[in-house]
């Protein structure tokens, strides 16, 4: 019997992550820095038409950065929307990808993808109830309920709710381009270096950003505690990453929560509920490889 051969892209605002996969066995991943769509589109289909050495795909899966279009029905189903990412709304993925290889394609979400991976993938035991967090060049979240990825008429932007101010951060104007403060304009890591020019991992754990950003992700935490009542919450992306931020983040998310929710009234609580990734850097391309295999049919 031959293995389906899936490629599995994590399409991302400054990289693309590919990797060709003969049955569940993950080969090497390609890193393609994200560029304009032609150029970052034609590295990508050169890369698959490397690893796949004149065999067919049997399907691509496509976990992406967005906003993008994930309904089905929809005329522009794969197309993402308006971004920051100069040159690419507009741009059709699960288009470019069906036409270019002839195969389905599942597309995705890059937060949905990877909170998929999370909950499902064979580490110790499935998560029923899951939401993954992304923290980098944008915040996204992705939400898991009993296996399926939970969406509304589109994927969620939780990233760009309100949330209160950090006391002495009152005077930053945010750098999201549609809200200016919501958490992402206050919270990624473009905020993050135009406050101080730097990342969060090149400043002394003593520096005021780790607590400021602690604050505003234990908001989200909380949030997301009070809205979906998960089982865990994962923190992903390269900021999270940082020594010692996720620590600050259970502290900041029990206070939010200030009592209200019993069950995470304690230290113990949140450790058990906000975790780093089961799959470390993992979990977008396995994420992505899933959605590829869910569509071979």
Not at 25 to 32: G, K, Y
Not at 62 to 90: L, M, R, V, Y
Not at 205 to 224: K, P, V
Not at 227 to 238: A, D, N, Q, T
């Amino acid at each position: 019997m031959t293995l389906p051969t899936i490629a599995a892209i994590e399409a991302g605002g400054t990289k693309f992550v590919i990797s060709v996969c003969r049955g569940d066995q993950l080969e090497e991943r390609i890193i393609v820095p994200t560029a304009d769509p032609e150029t970052t589109l034609s590295s990508v289909v050169d890369a698959i038409n490397q690893k796949l050495q004149g065999d067919t795909l049997s399907a691509v899966g496509i976990a992406s950065f967005g906003p993008i279009e994930i309904d089905p029905t929809s005329t522009t189903f794969g197309t993402i929307g308006e971004t920051p990412k100069e040159g690419w709304a507009g741009v059709n993925l699960r288009e470019y990808f069906q036409r270019t290889f002839n195969c389905p394609v599942g597309i995705e979400s890059d937060v949905n993808g990877a909170a998929l991976a999370e909950a499902a993938w064979d580490i110790d035991r499935p998560i029923n109830h899951l939401a993954y967090v992304t923290v980098g060049t944008g915040i996204g979240v992705g939400i898991v309920h009993s296996g399926m990825i939970s969406n509304g008429t589109s994927h969620p932007e939780i990233g760009h709710i309100r949330v209160p101010r950090y006391a002495e951060d009152v005077a930053f104007a945010g750098v999201c381009p549609f809200h200016g403060d919501c958490l992402e304009g206050l919270a990624s890591g473009p905020a993050i270096f135009e406050r101080w020019r730097a990342t969060l991992s090149d400043l002394d754990q003593e520096h005021e950003a780790h607590d400021i950003e602690a604050f505003y992700l234990g908001q989200l935490a909380a949030n997301i505690a009070l809205h979906h009542r998960p089982e865990k919450i994962i923190f992903g992306g390269g900021v999270s990453q940082t020594a010692g931020l996720i620590p600050r983040i259970r502290k900041e998310c029990q206070s939010a929560l200030g009592g209200y929710l019993p069950a995470l009234d304690s230290p113990d609580a949140t450790t058990s509920l906000i975790l780093p990734p089961r799959l470390g850097t993992a979990s977008g391309i396995r994420g992505a490889y899933m959605l590829g295999k869910a569509v071979m049919g």
